[in-house]
């Protein structure tokens, strides 16, 4: 090491005196917390639309890259805006030298997560570093956990009569109140991680996301976090949804009336994957099955086709769900997870819907074969055999009138 240079008393006296010049160069530009960001999405079109002759839609554009309309995204910005204002990292900021606006942030972070692209290759496109998406995204998923929640969340009395009104009409199936269905998302895990527990039936490492949906495929009520490779049966009886229902605290609301005057509680339907209970129907199971049965099967098919189109509908609109996610931090991923459901949700509070080339085009699990659960509940039977001999004396009914 170079040693300390002697500076004389005269020298010192002549650096006291001088005045210290500001380094502008230095200096970072300050955020407006007020002033609404216009500029990012013109410089992200001019840089990432298709060269085409034929000029596109602006706001199908937009739709394409981000999942939502402008509104629907001005809507989602106004519910982070707080948080991501609140403590800016000094490391989010843009090539001019700026921090971010809340508007490029949370376009930073739905493109992440509604392409399932790279870190690199988003931040490319906007024109920042790869830790800097890093930070946005989970900024933007803390954010939503903490402002968003009331987009999912159990109905109350009025909507689940909506609800029931909404089922009844598709398939015929009355006081019917939800969906229910799960769906893996596939992952690589290091080697210190793997276990057979998270190894599923295809031999991938997968995490399960269950959930119960509304009418309009709009999710009331899910879980995550748990093993791909475990049943889903055992999977719904983990959960925080099973345990109110089993208690009484859910499902509980006005008994409706059958054909032949029998009541009939409030209950879910789902696949052959879940056991048959009181407040959970599923299909009936067997080669030698009645007409009632088949008609049965058939009702009960296109209500739990409702939860088959959110699920596609979540995968294929975030498709970071869809793809096999690299080494993810079990721990964040159920934030991830929920967020893409809240975003999947908001989309349909507010009216919008998703473009058109985005849903999966198959089913959301294809390449998984539920394994069939053989418990039956003798009162969960006795509801399926009296809602089968009323979808038949409904039918009979509408051919005689």
């Known amino acids: 090491m170079a040693p300390p240079k002697k500076i004389n008393k005269e020298s010192k006296k002549f650096q ?27 410089i992200f079109w001019k840089k990432n639309s298709p060269v085409s002759d034929v000029l596109p839609d602006e706001e199908e554009e937009f739709k394409h890259f981000f ?93 689940t009569q909506r609800i029931k009104s909404g089922f009844e009409a598709s398939s015929k199936l009355p006081n019917c109140c939800g969906a229910i269905d799960a769906t893996h998302i596939v992952m690589t895990l290091p080697a210190v991680e793997t276990s057979d527990d998270w190894c599923d039936q ?31 049966s055992r999977l719904m009886k983990f959960s925080g949804f ?47 099955l009645s007409d009632s049965m088949l008609e049965f099967n058939r009702a009960l098919e296109t209500a739990r086709s409702a939860a088959v189109k959110a699920f596609s509908e979540l995968k294929g609109g975030w498709r970071i769900l869809n793809k096999v996610m690299w080494r993810p931090d079990k721990r964040k991923l159920p934030s991830i997870i929920l967020v893409c459901c809240l975003l999947h949700n908001i989309i349909i509070d507010c009216g919008d819907k998703l473009h058109p080339d985005v849903g999966l085009s198959g089913h959301h699990d294809s390449d998984y074969k539920g394994v069939i659960c053989k418990q039956v509940d003798p009162v969960g039977n006795r509801i399926r055999e009296n809602l089968a001999k009323h979808l038949l004396i409904s039918k009979d009914k509408a051919l005689c009138s």
Not at 202 to 224: A, E, H
């Open 67 to 159: 999942r939502v309309s402008k509104s629907t995204f001005e809507y989602i910005c106004s519910l982070v805006k707080e948080n991501l204002i609140s403590r800016p990292p000094s490391g989010l900021i843009n090539i001019e030298g700026r921090l971010l606006s809340v508007e490029k942030q949370v376009a930073i972070a739905l493109r992440r997560l509604a392409s399932g692209e790279s870190q690199v290759s988003v931040g490319a496109s906007f024109g920042v570093g790869q830790s800097t998406v890093s930070q946005v995204t989970w900024r933007f998923i803390e954010a939503m956990e903490e402002r968003a929640t009331h987009h999912l969340k159990w109905p109350d009395s009025n909507q």
């Open 242 to 288: 099973y345990k109110l229902c089993e208690s009484g605290e859910r499902l509980n609301g006005n008994v409706g009336l059958l054909s032949d005057g029998e009541d009939i509680r409030e209950y879910i339907v789902g696949g052959n994957s879940y056991p048959l209970l009181p407040w959970l129907i599923t299909p009936f199971i067997g080669d030698d």
């Open 202 to 232: 295809t031999n991938n490492y997968s995490m399960f996301v269950q959930g119960v949906v509304d009418s309009d495929s709009r999710f009331l009520d899910i879980v995550t976090g748990w093993p791909g490779g475990m049943p889903i």
């Open 16 to 42: 006291k005196g001088k005045k210290k010049k500001k380094n502008k160069n230095n200096t970072t530009a300050p955020v407006d917390n007020t002033a609404v960001d216009c500029e990012w999405w013109d």
